[in-house]
């Protein structure tokens, strides 16, 4: 019985330590050539469990540089291939692990990034006012699959914000969370500390992608009056004094 044990560790060590030698590039060409996935890597090296590229172009997305990678293949016996990924876009740094299952399913972890508020503004196609300052990204667990809504746990910290619109308006420090629900569906809640603007909200995000905002808006007693003017653009005006914002509709309407 232990005889068989060690020739098996000793084909699977083999088969590892082979493929493990395949120049990427080679792998990269032989799927690309036999597959229709809609990415593309330019400038490949390395090996298949340690390598990189100097590009990769995915369709409508932003180009992706500098990435880098380092396959675990244990993770092979499980049917799962699971990577450590380093990356650039637009020049700001990620990183982060992926991992694949053979039905499809795309799991991360542990992703961080650390982006310029400005590039985030061009990322997401904002075409509302001039954002300022620095996200900062933490994702424990994203979990996605072809054609449906991304599961996300996590959070995004805006750290000195700032929106210009007909003046510049200080947010302060915001906080985003990113949570699933019972039903599959995303659920976000908004605060932040220290702004001209406090704001407190909740959204959520189904299956469909079709979603919900409530979110509250309170000028403290720094905000002018074109802030406040530029907030009844299109949120409602309280009793209070404060502003609420609600909305619901479909993500397919901004092509997302």
């Known amino acids: 019985m232990k005889k068989r044990y060690y020739i098996l560790i000793a084909i ?83 990183t982060g692990d992926v991992s694949i299952g053979a039905g499809g399913t795309l799991v991360a972890s542990d992703l961080r990034s650390r982006i310029d508020a400005s590039v985030m503004q061009d990322l997401i196609k904002l075409p509302l006012g001039e954002l300022d300052g620095t996200f900062i990204i933490n994702i424990l667990r994203l979990e996605a699959e072809q054609n449906t809504l991304p599961l996300v746990d996590g959070t995004i910290k805006w750290q000195s914000a700032k929106l210009t619109l007909a003046e510049t308006v200080d947010l302060g420090h915001i906080n985003i969370t990113l949570k699933p629900g019972d039903d599959n569906d995303l659920l976000i809640s908004i605060s932040n500390q220290k702004g001209q603007i406090s704001l407190d909200g909740k959204a959520s995000v189904d299956s469909d992608k079709g979603y919900t905002l409530n979110l509250k808006f309170t000028p403290d007693s720094s905000a002018t009056q074109n802030i406040r003017q530029s907030l009844q653009m299109f949120a409602r005006r309280q009793s209070d004094g404060s502003y609420t914002l609600k909305r619901s509709g479909n993500l397919k309407e901004f092509g997302i």
């Open 12 to 94: 699977i060590s083999y088969l590892f330590f082979t493929l493990g030698n395949i120049p990427a590039a080679k792998v990269v060409s032989l799927v690309k050539n036999n597959t229709d996935i809609p990415a593309s890597l330019y400038g490949v090296y390395g090996s298949l469990w340690k390598g990189g590229a100097d590009k990769l172009l995915i369709i409508d997305s932003p180009e992706i540089n500098n990435l880098q990678w380092s396959v675990n293949p244990a993770y092979l016996l499980l049917a799962k291939l699971q990577t450590e990924l380093q990356a650039t876009i637009h020049n700001q740094n990620i």
